[in-house]
């Protein structure tokens, strides 16, 4: 996601409650109640296919669960699912189903609808019908998979536009024991570092390192940067973006 997405997640952090609704309960429905769940936010978990929503249950996979037809908007009053004010539409291979139901939400008012497409015909229909946001979990999980694939060097990455970029790199060996000071990346890269880690493994970071801090290989740097600066990085990375 990029940084146009931002304003969208900006209102969802002013609500006051942590609560949303689920709707669909495959794979990836499944994973994003789960993980609000964790994260101590209330979920209504909703599904039509009662197996799915007694594995929920059973699994304590969200605060509620609950069996009915999303298309049906007095089931969707009924269970008030209205009153949410974030809904996620996690019906992705049913086009009709996931549809209608981002149609009913915005006509009762829900002020924030997040749906997963399973195609762009399919996301293009879902904004037509007010979705706030649109997903494509699929398509993005494979070009993160293509990305960490062929560019050997980068371990992750953080689309703000078509034109810049956060990534987060290996440690280049023309950079081991350096300061970044030393390096002038900024001026020699246009890059800026964000932070540094020791410890991949981990996963801990400095937040703004200090400019003596000395960089070793086998760690990670977190840069942010345009695309074509990013790519003047040492070759032995194969900095492709």
Do not use: W
Not at 196 to 215: A, F, G, M, Q
Request: proline share 2%.
């Amino acid at each position: 996601m990029g940084l146009s997405s931002l304003n969208f997640f900006r209102s969802i952090q002013n609500q006051t409650r942590q609560e949303f609704a689920v709707i669909g309960l495959g794979r990836f429905g499944r994973a994003v109640s789960s993980t609000l769940l964790r994260l101590g936010a209330e979920v209504l978990a909703v599904d039509q296919n009662e197996t799915r929503v007694c594995q929920m249950l059973k699994a304590d996979m969200a605060t509620h669960c609950l069996r009915l037809d999303s298309t049906d908007p007095f089931a969707l009053k009924e269970a008030g699912i209205f009153d949410f004010d974030t809904v996620i539409v996690a019906i992705g291979n049913y086009l009709e189903q996931s549809i209608i139901t981002t149609l009913n939400l915005k006509e009762a008012g829900v002020n924030n609808v997040v749906a997963k497409a399973s195609s762009e015909v399919h996301g293009t229909l879902l904004k037509k019908v007010g979705a706030d946001l649109v997903v494509y979990p699929e398509s993005e999980m494979g070009c993160s998979l293509a990305r960490s694939l062929t560019q050997r060097g980068i371990l992750d990455r953080f689309e703000l536009d078509q034109e810049n970029s956060i990534v987060e790199i290996m440690v280049p060996d023309e950079f081991h024991e350096k300061t970044i000071l030393e390096l002038k990346l900024r001026s020699k890269y246009g890059i800026t570092v964000l932070a540094v880690s020791d410890d991949i493994k981990t996963h801990k970071y400095e937040i703004n390192p200090d400019p003596y801090h000395r960089l070793q290989r086998n760690t990670a740097i977190v840069v942010i940067g345009s695309n074509s600066d990013i790519r003047k990085l040492p070759v032995e990375n194969s900095v492709c973006i």
